[in-house]
């Protein structure tokens, strides 16, 4: 009953005031809504990180499952038992996953939002003046991210492939091997973990896979490392957890 009054409710501003073309992008309007519900139901049930829509693993899940379907389909032209999914979660968890871990920094997100809404009240915005907004007033191209998740059914399957040290006369580096075997890059946060028990988290930006799908991470290191694991909190909709860690053999 509380998920679908905040829902309905939401449809007041998008896309009453904010008018969007359901019939063509209904990701516009149900997936805002359905973002903004994500966090009116934090609220409401005094949750610190969404359980079911916005969490990270749940998209992962469906993800791998090789059903999903591009959120930019017309509703009619969406198989309805994923509408669901194409139109409501999947823009709702990409929005909470820009928001809360790829900008990492709800300020500027909001402040562009806000903006977005600001320019296009009363007015008939496309997916491309939304994109257009956001990325004007953050300062940031966000294009890949566009393209991977809203376009497209790329996933996110990011690894740690191996590590080497290299000692010269400097000192010790890690040289860590990444890759991005799915089409949709992150940015990447590591975790090193030291032989004293020490660990670093490192946030390495998505500008990385601009050359290609592997990367060579190196790094300073004060001993040596003995784990690396790739996005330690989960944040990120990794579709294979299995190569996100190495472990020294
Ligand atoms: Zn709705």
Redesign the pocket.
């Known amino acids: 009953m509380f998920g679908v009054t905040t ?2 409710l939401g ?1 007041e501003w998008f896309p009453m005031v904010v008018g969007s073309n359901e019939r063509l992008y209904a990701w516009m ?2 997936g805002f ?1 359905t973002f903004i519900n994500i966090y009116s139901t934090l609220a409401f049930y005094s949750d610190t990180a969404p359980r079911d829509r916005g969490n990270a693993i749940q998209w992962a899940r469906f993800a791998a499952s090789g059903l999903d379907v591009p959120s930019m389909l017309p509703a009619d032209r969406v198989p309805p038992p994923l509408l669901g999914q194409a139109e409501y979660n999947k823009p709702a968890t990409g929005l909470y996953l820009l928001r809360e871990h790829i900008l990492a920094d709800t300020a500027r997100f909001d402040a562009a939002f806000r903006e977005y809404i600001r320019r296009w009240a009363y007015k008939h915005p496309t997916p491309a003046d939304f994109f257009r907004s956001m990325e004007d007033r953050l300062g940031e191209d966000l294009s890949w991210f566009w393209r991977g998740w809203f376009y497209r059914t790329d996933v996110v399957d990011l690894a740690v492939d191996s590590v080497r040290a290299r000692t010269d006369s400097t000192g010790t580096s890690a040289l860590v091997y990444l890759s991005s075997p799915g089409a949709l890059p992150m940015p990447v946060d590591l975790r090193l973990t030291y032989a004293n028990g020490a660990t670093e988290d490192v946030r390495l930006p998505v500008e990385i896979w601009y050359l290609g799908n592997r990367y060579t991470y190196q790094r300073k290191v004060p001993t040596e490392v003995v784990k690396v694991e790739i996005d330690p909190k989960q944040n990120f909709p990794d579709v294979r957890r299995g190569n996100n860690t190495w472990m020294k053999p």
Do not use: A, G
Request: proline letters at 0%; a negative charge.
């Open positions: 829902h309905e449809h309007d149900e809504n």
